[in-house]
């Protein structure tokens, strides 16, 4: 195992719920519209990946909208921007923190000469805003491939962005180790090959995961040392089983 690439919504943090959809619904309030996503709703609307794409789905299935394509893309952009620029003043703010065992395992990782990637469907500033915020501002050089909305157009379960981090990273699948908290991101890097950890958040806890390596509450969570850590010797025991089976 010489790559960790660690999805971010969910994963790094649970940005969704208290960061993005309330970056939605001011970007709706400054637009002028009466839309509101509580919390119920945005779980629903989850299934589709993408901010833009989520906005889409929302406009012509729950609204009703008619206008055609362009015309509603164009709202739709300036819904995005908005709300980008929303979601990166809280996340700058401290609005949103690191997920258990995520600081402690990326620090250990950069200690023992592992590399990092991202492989994300969200915008790139939340990102860098994210990174800046949590692990400080020059914590997004110890990324060897950040992959975007930006890098790539495809969202997951579309296997592109991993396939993109891969390219990057000039390595095959089976030396790296994806961490994804969704089955949108499960699908996507095991379609790259890409064998991944999951750790759910409320939002994504009933779906299905079988496709997993295994299944953590969280990182600081082992699921049979009851109240310890997970270390990276344990990714690297589950990451090598995928790749190699049993008996080595
Ligand atoms: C994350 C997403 C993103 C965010 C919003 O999925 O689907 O769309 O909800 O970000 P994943 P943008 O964790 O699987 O990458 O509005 O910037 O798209
Ligand atoms: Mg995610």
């Given at each position: 195992m010489r790559a960790l690439i660690f999805d971010v919504?969910?994963?790094?943090?649970?940005?969704?719920?208290?960061g993005h959809r309330v970056a939605f619904n001011a970007a709706f309030a400054e637009c002028g519209l009466d839309w509101s996503w509580d919390e119920a709703t945005y779980g629903e609307l989850l299934?589709?990946?993408?901010g833009n794409e989520r906005l889409m789905h929302y406009a012509r299935v729950h609204r009703r909208i008619s206008q055609p394509d362009s015309e509603l893309l164009a709202l739709v952009r300036r819904l995005h921007a908005s709300k980008t620029t929303h979601y990166v003043e809280r996340v700058a703010s401290g609005a949103v923190q690191l997920r258990p065992g995520v600081a402690r395992l990326i620090s250990q990782a950069r200690a023992e000469g592992l590399r990092l990637a991202i492989a994300t469907t969200t915008t790139r500033d939340n990102v860098i805003a994210l990174l800046q915020a949590t692990?400080?501002?020059?914590?997004?050089?110890?990324?060897?491939a950040i992959g975007t909305a930006q890098e790539v157009a495809a969202k997951k379960p579309d296997p592109a962005v991993y396939r993109w981090v891969l390219e990057r990273l000039q390595l095959?699948?089976?030396?790296t180790l994806a961490l994804e908290d969704s089955r949108n991101g499960l699908i996507a890097a095991t379609r790259a090959g890409i064998p991944c950890v999951v750790t759910p958040t409320d939002y994504s806890a009933?779906?299905?995961?079988?496709?997993?390596l295994v299944r953590l509450t969280?990182?600081?969570?082992h699921p049979e040392r009851s109240g310890q850590p997970v270390t990276l010797d344990d990714l690297r025991r589950w990451q090598a089983l995928a790749t190699r089976g049993p008996l080595g």
């Open positions: 919504d969910g994963t790094l943090a649970d940005t969704e719920r208290d299934q589709v990946a993408g692990l400080g501002t020059g914590s997004v050089d110890w990324f060897d095959p699948p089976g030396d009933a779906e299905d995961f079988a496709e997993a969280d990182l600081d969570s």
